[in-house]
Structures are given as structure tokens and as C-alpha cells.
């Protein structure tokens, strides 16, 4: 890990970091210690993949020294940490992020209201988690950037949002496979940035649509 911290500071045109498949989750907070800091220093790093590392073997100082530093690069805009077995996320301090997919964990609890209203997203992806809870319409009030969201195969219950509906940059929604309920909004069908929406597998009701329910061809809860 210090060849790699060492190399990232002596070397500031990388921009792009892949450390897909690397088993990270066995190392320790000493050894985790000199990469964050060169995470935290590191003035172009634009894109962070650490898919697939075990992340959720971390001894809570080393996790503790990876999420802090992810938190204090300002420049950091692009984040993968799919397929590591996480079951809590911190979104607070990672302003810059654009890009954040987290899909493939075993996160719980509702959706992170920290994480839907940072400022620059426009790509979430938490499918194939644990969410549980409510889509509360309160916490898309920011996400004025937000293009592509995926929350497929969540545990997540209750009415969908009409607020999702007048994201105008909005064009990829899925929520399928969770235990939604109650009316489609109107907004969602209506809405003319969106070219993907995928709500199937739920217990939705369409009556409040009328003829603007799914278009003929598609399968149900698909537009």
C-alpha cells in the first residue's frame, strides 16, 4: 500500500484510479493509513473503483481511514464500491461526486437522504441491497442534477414520489422488484425527459393513469 500511496503522490496526472478485485478487506488501519492519506491529498483523481474488495472486512480504524479520505478529496467525482458486502454508507462529506454506485452490498434502512441531495450527482445506483423504509418526496427536492437512478431489488415500501417526476434531467428510473405500493404518478408517465422507467414487480396501481398507462408492447409496470 505505500508503493501505491507513494506512487500516487509523485505521480498527480493520474486521474483515474482501478483497484477492482484486490481483497482490500484484510488490510489493517496502519496499512490502510498511507493510501487514504494520499486519497485525501491527491489534487486530480477524478475516479475511484474499489469493486469488489471485501470492503466489509475492514477493522473499523481502517474503515474509518478510507471513508475520510474518500470524504476530504474535493475532486473525486466518479465512486465505485459495488459487490463488497457493506451494510452502512456515509455520503455526507463526498460533495463532488457525480457518479456513485453501490449496488450489490447488503445496505439497510431507508434510502440515505445525504446521498440524494448532493448537489453534482447525476448517477445512484444502490440496487440489489437491503434498503428498507419509504421514498420520501422530501428528499428529491435537490437532486435538480439527477439522471439515472436505480433502486431495483430494494426492500422498499410505500407510494412512489410524484416529485420523481419533475427531476426535468431525470431520464433512466428503475424501481422494480421492491414492495411499492399505491397510485403511479401521474408526473412519472407524463414526464418528458424520461426514456427508461422500469417499476415492475411491485403492487402498483395504474387506475390513476388511465390511457397513460404502460405503453402497449411493454411489460407491466415498463414504459
Known amino acids: 500500500m505505500r508503493e501505491l500511496a507513494d506512487t500516487l503522490l509523485g505521480n498527480?496526472?493520474?486521474?483515474?484510479?482501478?483497484?477492482f478485485g484486490n481483497k482490500m478487506g484484510v488490510i489493517s488501519a496502519?496499512?490502510?493509513?498511507?493510501?487514504?492519506?494520499?486519497?485525501?491529498?491527491?489534487?486530480?483523481?477524478?475516479?475511484?473503483?474499489?469493486?469488489?474488495n471485501e470492503l466489509c472486512q475492514l477493522t473499523e480504524g481502517a474503515a474509518r481511514c478510507l471513508g475520510e479520505a474518500i470524504g476530504e478529496n474535493s475532486t473525486l467525482t466518479k465512486l465505485n464500491l459495488r459487490q463488497n458486502g457493506l451494510g452502512k454508507l456515509s455520503a455526507d462529506a463526498m460533495r463532488a461526486l457525480a457518479e456513485f454506485d453501490a449496488s450489490s452490498n447488503r445496505l439497510t434502512g431507508p434510502l440515505p437522504p445525504a446521498l440524494v441531495?448532493?448537489?453534482?450527482?447525476?448517477?445512484?445506483?444502490?440496487?440489489?441491497?437491503?434498503?428498507?423504509?419509504?421514498?420520501?418526496?422530501?428528499n428529491w427536492a435537490d437532486a435538480t442534477r439527477l439522471e439515472r437512478l436505480n433502486l431495483r431489488g430494494n426492500r422498499l415500501r410505500g407510494?412512489?414520489?410524484?416529485?420523481?417526476?419533475?427531476?426535468?434531467?431525470?431520464?433512466?428510473?428503475?424501481?422494480?422488484?421492491?414492495?411499492?405500493d399505491g397510485p403511479v404518478p401521474v408526473a412519472l408517465v407524463t414526464a418528458s425527459s424520461l426514456e427508461h422507467m422500469d417499476i415492475s414487480g411491485n403492487s402498483l396501481d395504474w387506475s390513476t393513469v388511465?390511457?397513460?398507462?404502460?405503453?402497449r408492447g411493454a411489460s407491466d409496470g415498463e414504459l
Open 159 to 180: 407510494s412512489i414520489p410524484p416529485e420523481l417526476g419533475v427531476l426535468r434531467g431525470l431520464t433512466h428510473l428503475d424501481l422494480s422488484g421492491n414492495e411499492l
Open 210 to 215: 388511465g390511457r397513460q398507462g404502460p405503453r
Open 30 to 52: 496502519a496499512v490502510m493509513q498511507p493510501l487514504a492519506n494520499a486519497l485525501a491529498r491527491h489534487r486530480y483523481l477524478t475516479t475511484l473503483n474499489l469493486r469488489k
Open 12 to 19: 498527480e496526472s493520474i486521474t483515474s484510479l482501478n483497484l
Open 117 to 138: 441531495s448532493l448537489p453534482n450527482l447525476r448517477l445512484l445506483d444502490l440496487s440489489n441491497n437491503e434498503l428498507n423504509g419509504t421514498l420520501s418526496g422530501d
